[in-house]
C-alpha cells in the first residue's frame, strides 16, 4: 500500500472526528486550549487504536462486531447529538458548558467516531499489510484535522452563538444516520 493511498485513507477515517471536533467547538464546548488538546488528542489515539484492534481481531471477532458496529456508533452520536440540540433550544445564559472532552463523553464520540478505523484495519489484515505505519499515519491526521475543525469552530461559534450547539447537536445525529445507512 503507498503512502498517497494511507494519507488518503487516514484524511477520510479523520472526517467524522473532524466533523464533531467542528460542531463541538462551534458550540462552545471547546474554547481552551485545553479542552481543544484533549479533543484532538482523543480523536487522534482511538483512530489509532482502532484499527489495531480491527487488524489484531482478524476475521472471525469482526465478523461478530460488524453487524452491528453502524448501530452503536449511530447511538453514541445520536444520544450526544439530542443532548447538544435539547441544551442549544434552552439555553440558559449561566450555565457552565460541559466539556465534551473528559469523561463518558469523550469516550462515546472517540468510539463513535472511530468505529470505521476498525473495519479498515481488519481490511489491512486481510491484505496482509503492516498495521503500524498506517495506524500512526492515521492518528496524526485525525489529530492534525480534528485541532483545525475546532479552531474553525470556535470561530464559528463566535458568529452565530447558541444556534451553532443546534447545528452541531443536527451534524452529530446526522453523522450517525450516515454511518448507520451509507456505511
Known amino acids: 500500500m503507498s503512502i498517497i493511498e494511507i494519507i488518503l485513507i487516514a484524511a477520510g477515517l479523520a472526517m467524522d472526528a473532524s466533523a464533531v471536533s467542528l460542531s463541538a467547538a462551534a458550540a462552545g464546548y471547546a474554547k481552551d486550549g485545553r479542552a481543544a488538546f484533549r479533543l484532538a488528542f482523543h480523536f487522534g489515539l482511538f483512530q489509532f487504536l482502532m484499527p489495531v484492534i480491527g487488524w489484531m481481531g482478524g476475521i472471525h471477532f469482526v465478523s461478530y462486531f460488524s453487524s452491528i458496529d453502524n448501530w452503536i456508533a449511530f447511538g453514541l452520536l445520536s444520544f450526544v447529538g439530542f443532548k447538544m440540540i435539547r441544551e442549544g433550544m434552552n439555553p440558559t445564559p449561566d450555565k457552565q458548558k460541559k466539556d465534551p ?83
Not at 489529530?143 to 479552531?151: E, F, G, K, N, T
Open 101 to 183: 472532552s473528559r469523561g463518558m463523553t469523550m469516550v462515546m464520540l472517540s468510539v463513535a467516531t472511530s468505529i470505521d478505523a476498525l473495519a479498515v484495519g481488519l481490511s489491512f489484515a486481510v491484505l496482509n499489510t503492516n498495521i503500524w505505519v498506517p495506524s500512526v499515519m492515521i492518528g496524526i491526521i485525525t489529530v492534525l484535522l480534528s485541532y483545525l475543525a475546532i479552531q474553525i469552530g470556535n470561530r464559528l461559534g463566535v458568529l452565530l452563538g447558541s444556534r451553532m450547539e443546534v447545528a452541531g447537536g443536527l451534524v452529530l445525529f446526522g453523522i450517525g444516520v450516515k454511518i448507520l445507512f451509507f456505511n
